[in-house]
């Protein structure tokens, strides 16, 4: 809200006081649906959430796939983006993982020596899909162990949210990059039950404080679904891996930058934030509820945030949901919306943090722009020499890299792989061949059909020269708006 006395405009942020769920029934009224209903109160904690972890799902990389086939049942084949990046990875519910002792997350753990590490995916609010597939595809092509705990696992008799029954991994669409990769046959939208939300801005302004609540029951949920997996998996779970990092894609964004618990946080080597702003908006109840790890991990963290400039939800651009409901004389929110997490990095005094904002880019960025997130995120991880940035012709600015979209979208039109985009395939920095050298001449060179002839060529080249050498090759959101709005 801005207040105009005497001539002078003065920012406010409005309603600063933090919300938590109560411990009592509440009812709340969301006027675009015509709803009036009661939201129960969230049990505390503890075995009631155990449904997340025991349901979750798992991208398992090459290698290990080969040295533990028997152990796989019930698996699809988790398909790269190009053909010409790493392929032959699964995609497992932990259930259906067996082992020579109890199976599931004993059975990862002895993965650890056949993997590059460990990754943590924190799922966007349609649940495991969507972008977050994406990333297991991305990240166990490279070697990682993907796990995604399942939040609409949750069982219909908690009465909150859920999408039961849920498909077993073979049954999951895994073929599409640009799809769903839908993992359950059930629904959970428009508050068919009451934790499935659907973002309107009458429904946050017709009561702000009660809504404020609200998102803060969504956080809780899956922070308790967390502090179970954290506290229940196998001792020196994360310890048994080389690195751990943590991505999250839109809720699982804002859920894993908030996030913090001191026997998973001392083991990561990096936090990936996508698709959501790390600042105070419709989505948090207050400006200390937006902070990173509620202000209490490791300082030198790596972070890396990638946002698109146009985010619906959770961008700078007027339109936004947060501008909207800031601007609103019963919205809430920061007197000034940054639309990316480069702010809180540097008000909180992070010292290793990376962010890029997309150039005429939605919600999330792999959709629009899917190799330069693979760049930086290779980069990120410490896979990668090519100088991302130069490459991808982004400019610093003011600490951010300002990034262009310069050529063809990855899944645009129609939310389906666009053949115009470019095939990129690069190779991680112990390769034979350097990527540098690649990428320079296939992003600089001669004309449109030769440039793509000769990238196609050469991508082809570099992997079968990978599999020769017996080297790895590399491989190359929230979910779609309809996602976020309508799930």
Request: proline content about 4%; glycine content about 10%; overall charge negative.
């Amino acid at each position: 809200m801005i207040l105009s006395l005497l001539g002078v405009n003065f920012a406010l942020d409005l309603a600063q006081d933090c919300k938590s769920p109560p411990d009592d029934k509440y009812t709340i009224t969301m006027p675009h649906q015509g709803k009036t209903f009661t939201v129960p109160p969230l049990p505390a904690g503890g075995d009631s959430y155990s449904y997340a972890m025991d349901n979750a799902l798992v991208a398992i990389p090459k290698k290990c796939v080969d040295q533990h086939s028997e152990s796989i049942t019930k698996a699809s084949d988790l398909k790269n983006k190009q053909e010409c990046d790493p392929q032959g990875m699964k995609y497992v519910r932990i259930a259906d993982l067996k082992g020579i002792r109890t199976g599931g997350y004993d059975t990862l753990k002895e993965m650890a020596s056949c993997s590059a590490g460990l990754v943590v995916g924190f799922h966007g609010s349609g649940g495991p899909g969507w972008g977050q597939v994406q990333y297991a595809a991305i990240l166990s092509g490279l070697g990682y162990i993907h796990v995604i705990p399942d939040s609409m696992a949750m069982p219909e008799s908690m009465g909150l949210k859920g999408k039961t029954p849920l498909k077993s991994a073979d049954q999951i669409t895994t073929t599409d990059y640009c799809g769903g990769y839908s993992s359950s046959e059930g629904s959970c939208g428009s508050f068919n039950k009451p934790y499935c939300f659907s973002t309107k801005l009458d429904n946050i302004v017709a009561n702000s404080d009660l809504y404020r609540q609200y998102v803060e029951g969504v956080y809780q949920i899956r922070k308790r679904e967390m502090d179970y997996f954290v506290n229940n998996v196998p001792n020196d779970f994360f310890s048994s891996f080389t690195k751990v990092f943590a991505v999250g894609n839109s809720e699982g964004a804002m859920v894993l930058s908030r996030y913090y618990h001191a026997d998973f946080n001392q083991h990561l080597a990096g936090i990936i934030i996508d698709g959501w702003s790390c600042e105070f908006n419709y989505f948090v109840s207050c400006a200390d509820n937006a902070k990173i790890c509620g202000d209490s991990c490791d300082k030198s963290t790596p972070l890396l945030n990638l946002i698109g400039e146009d985010d619906e939800w959770f961008g700078r651009v007027s339109d936004s949901m947060s501008n909207k409901v800031a601007g609103h004389d019963s919205g809430y929110g920061a007197s000034t919306i940054t639309g990316n997490c480069h702010k809180a990095f540097s008000d909180q005094g992070f010292t290793n943090a990376t962010t890029v904002v997309f150039g005429g880019t939605g919600h999330t960025p792999k959709y629009w722009n899917d190799n330069l997130v693979r760049d930086a995120v290779i980069n990120f991880i410490g896979h990668d020499t090519f100088d991302w940035a130069t490459g991808n012709k982004c400019v610093k600015t003011d600490g951010v890299y300002e990034c262009p979209l310069t050529g063809a979208a990855t899944c645009m039109p129609g939310w389906k792989i666009n053949s115009e985009e470019k095939v990129i395939c690069g190779m991680a920095k112990d390769e034979v061949v350097e990527e540098w050298k690649v990428r320079k001449f296939v992003l600089s060179g001669g004309t449109p059909v030769m440039t793509m002839a000769l990238a196609s060529a050469i991508a082809v080249g570099l992997f079968s020269l990978g599999v020769l050498m017996g080297k790895r090759v590399r491989g190359a959101d929230e979910e779609p708006l309809a996602s976020l709005a309508a799930e």
